[in-house]
């Protein structure tokens, strides 16, 4: 029956839907928490290489030569800084302190400042880039969560629509022929199926339904004939002689 498939049809529709705003949710969420961290954690190192060139440069002093130690100390932090460029802006500033590094061992009060001021500005670029990420993870968050709630309304529509329609199609005509059945046992033989605007598939239970009831009213009525006249002292026509 085209109702029935109907019916079938418009289930696994509603299924998929749920299926499709499941997937769509976790997708968008598992991957904006993995993205964001990895944008995280390579521009904590840039800062991180940062505060040890500062922590170098604050323990020395001003106009005092840098130990070997902490030479090599300030190259380490700095060769870190350089193979992990995160920003467009990063290898620019990274150029200008490599020119400022045999200055700054050497303890120049004015290279060591411009060096202090360069460090600073390579942090907070990191740091900017850092938020920005959280600024982007939120608006994702935003708009994952908007478009959840789009198709959960989507679904929430189309499961209105499928209700009102499966309604309209099926549980009122069942109740229609509910009612006739009981309207026949209780006596109301005259009582039929009838609606307006039902699918062809219910018109033709209505009317075999409503055939069987024509049929049975014809065989009681025939019955109740041949009863009078066997009361009445006469031969039934279904007698047989």
């Not at 880039?129 to 679904?155: C, E, N, P, S």
């Not at 075999?208 to 039934?236: F, M, Y």
Request: net charge negative.
């Amino acid at each position: 029956m085209r109702l029935a498939r109907a019916v079938r049809v418009g289930s696994w529709v509603l299924i998929g839907l749920n299926l499709l705003m499941a997937v769509g949710a976790i997708g968008v969420f598992s991957r904006m928490g993995p993205a964001i961290a990895s944008i995280i954690e390579r521009n904590e190192r840039t800062i991180k290489a940062c505060v040890d060139m500062l922590a170098i440069m604050a323990d020395t002093g001003a106009e005092i030569a840098f130990s070997e130690e902490e030479r090599q100390q300030f190259l380490e932090a700095f060769q870190r800084a350089r193979i992990n460029v995160t920003e467009p802006q990063e290898p620019e500033i990274l150029d200008r302190m490599e020119g400022m590094l045999p200055e700054t061992f050497q303890g120049d009060p004015v290279v060591r400042k411009a060096m202090v001021a360069e460090t600073l500005h390579l942090a907070r670029i990191n740091r900017e880039a850092i938020y920005t990420a959280d600024h982007k993870a939120k608006q994702l968050g935003r708009a994952g969560a908007w478009g959840v709630v789009f198709m959960a309304l989507t679904i929430f529509l189309a499961g209105v629509i499928y209700v009102r329609s499966l309604t309209a199609r099926v549980v009122k005509p069942l109740e229609e022929i509910h009612t006739v059945i009981i309207a026949h046992r209780n006596g109301e033989t005259m009582r039929r199926c009838t609606g307006a605007d039902l699918p062809q598939d219910m018109v033709a239970v209505f009317t075999g339904i409503n055939e069987v009831l024509d049929q049975c009213q014809t065989l009681e009525a025939g019955g109740w004939h041949g009863a009078d006249k066997l009361r009445e002292g006469q031969p039934s026509v279904d007698k047989q002689p």
